[in-house]
């Protein structure tokens, strides 16, 4: 049986990965992973069972039995764990600080690797992450690592915020950025890094729209479409 065709979009928070694979998945109507969202549900289901982020055998176990379903919506993906609709909560920084850390666990990033590939199903996958074109999805058809400096992705986070009402300082964001960047970066496990045949699309200076244009063009370049 051949296996259904992935474009892997990879790269650093606030690069508008989850933006540009969300419209393509949606333009082309092929399966969308978000592996970041397995990573949050991970972090949030043991921290609710009383767990500390650091055993990393028992957020292990969480990680293989975690009971969540995605629900398509006329407006994206409502996620439902253990039965309460978490969609929004998974989105806070507090629980992509929890996410961070269990995905420093090489158990829990094992843990889920089975459950990333199982959304490689026809007519195909866009799946989002650090390391779909280098870990789960080595041989994938087309791969792409986005990126964007450090201080456009502050701005784009920034505006994000005042937008909802929030209050934030630029300076602090953009630090907080390097930071996490400096540790994705650095750590043992599935380190984020363009896989060797990686696509390296820099969005800096690209709007949305541009971006997806470029994938296409890529796709097509493959023969994908
Ligand atoms: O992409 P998102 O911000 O939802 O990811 C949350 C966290 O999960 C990241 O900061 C990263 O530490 C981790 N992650 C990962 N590998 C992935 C996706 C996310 O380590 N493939």
Redesign the pocket.
Known sequence: MTLASVITIDGP?GAGKGTVCARLAAELGWHLLD???L??LTGLAAHKQGLSLANESAVAAVAATLPVRFEPTSDGVRVILSGDDVTREIRTEEV?SM??QV?ALPAVRAALLQRQRDFQQAPGLIAD????GTVVFPNADVKIFLTASAEERGQRRYKQLIEKGFSASLPALIEDIRT?DER?SNRAV?PLKPAQDAYEIDSTSMSIEEVCQTVLRLVQKAGLI
């Open positions: 928070s592996s970041g969202a990573y949050r992509g996410a961070s995905a992450g650090r390391d779909m996490r994705d599935a």
